[in-house]
């Protein structure tokens, strides 16, 4: 089946102590991003990567670092979480690059992340 | 800038009505549209994926259109049923290469519930 999966579903940490949120597709996309989606914001991106080792910030980028060694997965890594950083964060994947653009995104099931 | 709006934000019908959502955007220069639905505690789910070329798409009871011209959108969703209560996002990939070529613009949702 394909899909995007996202680890952890759910997540309660304290301030600045590092995490990882993990994301994986199986469907052999080049193009992989993360959103995070705060209420009456809507979803935002934070990162996006356009093939593997290529890596390039979106509109909230502060406190997020990411990487992508490999096709299927691309990590969201917060250093240092801090309150601001509560919030529910999508990965998701699309076939395309900048070259082709008209495909559709997939999406995981979200990591809630509560910062305390 | 590229910003979309839907309205209205939360809607409430019976069962067995039909029913359309709006979803609007500020610059027509865009790749595609694409709506999703997302679920409490799950992640967005692909609706229906609309072209910059095409101007309707459908799936089963849903029938999403795209008036570039007018930065518009519309998803009619035929015979409601409690089960397609959910919150629906549009969202568009700008023209340009912002974001990587791929990056999803969205709407903050409308909070749809279908009563019985």
């Known amino acids: 089946e394909a899909q995007v999966t996202q680890n952890p579903r759910y997540l309660i940490t304290v301030t600045g102590k590092k995490l990882t949120v993990t994301c994986s597709q199986n469907?052999?996309?080049?193009?992989m991003s993360w959103y995070r989606q705060d209420p009456g914001l809507g979803l935002r991106q934070i990162y996006y990567?356009?093939?593997?080792?290529?890596?390039d910030k979106g509109d909230v980028p502060e406190g997020y670092k990411v990487s992508r060694k490999e096709k299927r997965n691309f990590p969201l890594i917060l250093e240092s979480p801090s309150p601001n950083q509560t919030s529910l964060y999508f990965c998701?994947?699309?076939?395309?690059?900048?070259?082709?653009?008209?495909?559709?995104?997939?999406f995981g099931q979200g990591t809630r992340l509560t910062v305390v | 800038k590229q910003e979309v709006t839907q309205i209205p934000a939360a809607l409430s019908v019976p069962e067995g009505e039909n029913l359309v959502l709006n979803c609007s955007f500020t610059d027509s220069a865009i790749y595609n549209l694409q709506w999703f639905r997302q679920d409490p505690g799950k992640g967005l789910t692909s609706l229906l994926l609309i072209q910059s070329s095409q101007r309707e798409q459908t799936s089963g009871r849903l029938n999403a259109s795209l008036d570039k011209s007018s930065g518009r959108s519309t998803l009619y969703i035929a015979a409601s049923q409690p089960g397609d209560s959910a919150t629906y996002l549009c969202?568009?990939?700008?023209?340009?290469?912002?974001?990587?070529?791929?990056?999803?613009?969205f709407g903050t949702g409308t909070q749809l519930k279908v009563e019985l």
């Open positions: 969202a568009v990939i700008p023209g340009g290469v912002t974001g990587g070529g791929n990056k999803l613009t």
């Open positions: 469907m052999n996309h080049e193009y």
């Open positions: 998701a994947s699309s076939l395309s690059s900048a070259l082709r653009p008209n495909t559709e995104a997939f």
């Open positions: 990567s356009m093939n593997v080792e290529v890596t």
